[in-house]
DNA sequence: GCGATCAGCGGCACG
DNA sequence: CGTGCCGTTGATCGC
């Protein structure tokens, strides 16, 4: 157990100094902003970051029960026996200022950390690559397929791979990481539609290459004359090292200035 | 500082308890699942809860660098000299087993809580909400708008709300809280089209309902012949005050067994 | 800054 | 248990 006045010195001093804060009490809390919400009695762990990350947690559940993101700013004082801890997040345009009152009865737990950490998170297994893997093997696809967008693949007018197919048809090709649901399927429609009329091209096919699909995405996906792929890597364990493989060799390739193969 | 063997006790005995336990020090992380990430070197903060939530938090930004679900069991040992913790995903179908581990070089702190809470968080604010607020108010969406499902509006065909106009013709309403973006459009679009079909009715409307559009999106509904209605809250201070009326007024209906006023 | 999309999305409700 | 969809979604990238 801890005085609230300590408890509210060591928060003090952690915000100012930027380091990372952590209070484990009995508090109340409100959020009002985007939306609103009350939380009463209980006993939380708060962590409040030195880039002003603000999160409450409750003992059970992986999402904070409340929170605010980065650039927020932290106030604190002492009121009725009670140790207020204040969020106010940061102001954007369009939006309401956000804030979070955290109300302290009994602290247990207040304590400062310097956490030094320059290092990135690398992540493997994204659609990005998934999509990188099938540029480079696009007969995963289809046999014979063409992609047209072989540099920049990304981002280029939303469309994942862009490609013609041996008789020379437009193809969008669609990837998802996981079982592609009902949103994938009208996602792809708007994009094969869009490119029929952009490109004034009559006969544009449309393929969803997914690992799976859903039994409702399956019927509309049909009923739309689009097609299904299934281009999930198999052995989950193996896929990253293969991927790795092809970014290896992408990497390579540009040190040499080249294009393609 | 703390001697990894100390930690590795804290964090053994914190978790056959079930209490929540933190960890900072200084680490490497790495997971596999789903998808496989790597994290060298750093000091970061470790959230494990009573109910298997494992939380593995940089010095900076919002979210969880690494993190496991409720479920997931913890392992630690003793290793070259290093403290290893490993959370294991709870098994679900068709999702490969995840495993995060944790390799501890230095542990600053360690430390066990109990954390007592019986509370759950409420909110306001909810497109839900929203949704009932318009149907208790449909002339804010078009003036003699006549809403079908009074009860039980939720989840019927996942349409928000099912009117009729003052000619007779059904709508389709599709609600959102915040700006509506071409996702909300082509989901409107579904809906409408679904329904045209399933009840053979050649004319149905469709309108998004929000308090606001993004110019794409606003393109695209005009170019398909829906229609948008500004509903969003005014004030965000009198909103949430105002939609509490509505529900307290639904609840003591509910009470006295009425259907509708 | 707006907007569109991905995310190891998480969480929930429903069939 | 699959699946759809909301979320104070957050995070990222291109325009």
């Not at 999930?232 to 040190?255: D, M, N, P, T």
Request: charged content about 35%; hydrophobic content about 35%.
């Amino acid at each position: 157990m801890l005085s609230l006045e300590d408890a509210e010195r060591t928060v003090r001093e952690a915000t100012h100094g930027r380091r990372l804060c952590l209070v484990v009490g009995n508090c109340r809390v409100n959020y009002s902003g985007r939306a609103a919400s009350k939380l009463s009695e209980g006993d939380r762990l708060l962590v409040i970051k030195g880039d002003g990350t603000f999160l409450v947690h409750q003992g059970k559940g992986m999402t904070a029960i409340n929170y605010q993101g980065p650039g927020s700013t932290v106030s604190t004082k002492l009121e009725d026996g009670a140790l207020i801890i204040e969020s106010h997040g940061k102001k954007k345009p369009n939006v309401p200022q956000e804030k979070i009152e955290v109300r302290f009865s009994h602290v247990h737990f207040a304590q400062a950390f310097d956490l030094r950490d320059d290092s990135k998170l690398s992540v493997t297994g994204t659609e990005e690559e998934l999509a990188k893997l099938l540029m480079q093997e696009p007969d995963r696809i289809e046999p014979g397929l063409q992609p047209l967008k072989q540099e920049s693949y990304r981002r280029h007018g939303d469309i994942d791979i862009l490609a013609r197919d041996k008789e020379g048809r437009l193809v969008v090709v669609e990837v998802k990481r996981r079982t592609a649901e009902l949103a994938a399927v009208t996602q792809l429609r708007r994009y094969v539609e869009e490119l029929a009329k952009r490109k004034n091209e009559q006969q544009v096919r449309g393929i969803l290459a997914a690992p799976g699909i859903s039994e409702s995405a399956k019927r509309m996906l049909e009923e739309w004359g689009y097609e299904f792929a299934k281009v999930g890597y198999e052995a989950h364990e193996h896929e990253h090292a293969k991927i790795k493989r092809v970014e290896r060799k992408q990497k390579s390739l540009s040190e040499y200035g080249l294009e393609e193969e």
